[in-house]
């Protein structure tokens, strides 16, 4: 399995911008989908995550805000994200691994055996 991201670059704060990740590799579907990030002298943290195609969890700090999704058909994850503030500028990771039966693991990056290289998001104010 290999990710790759793209999407990322300069935003003013309030705006929106999407991220891509392509997924290649077996069974896109089978596998569970998030997004991380880094922000500077930080530990990587949870946004988002996506499991069986229709369940979705989100950080609380960007839950309105942000949205993931997959598309099948593409082998395709995404992170749209709206609203953008100064603090979710990072680096964003795109990463997939199995499914869990309890889902409090999606939350933790250990759960996920596969990573992008990340794409870098600057918001400016």
């Known amino acids: 399995v290999r990710l790759a991201e793209s999407g990322g670059g300069t935003a003013q704060a309030g705006d929106s911008r999407r991220l891509s990740c392509a997924f290649s590799?077996?069974?896109?579907?089978?596998?569970?989908k998030a997004w991380f990030r880094q922000r500077p002298g930080k530990e990587r943290e949870f946004v988002a995550a996506?499991?069986?195609?229709?369940?979705?969890y989100y950080a609380d700090d960007v839950k309105g805000r942000f949205t993931i999704s997959v598309d099948n058909n593409k082998d395709a994850v995404y992170l749209q994200m709206t609203d953008l503030k100064p603090t979710d500028a990072a680096v964003y990771y795109c990463?997939?691994?199995?499914?869990?039966?309890?889902?409090?693991?999606?939350?933790?990056?250990?759960?996920?055996?596969?990573w992008g290289q990340g794409t870098q998001v600057t918001v400016s104010s």
């Open positions: 990463a997939a691994g199995f499914h869990q039966e309890n889902s409090n693991n999606y939350y933790w990056p250990g759960t996920y055996s596969y």
């Open positions: 590799g077996r069974s896109f579907s089978s596998h569970v």
């Open positions: 996506i499991a069986w195609s229709t369940t979705t």
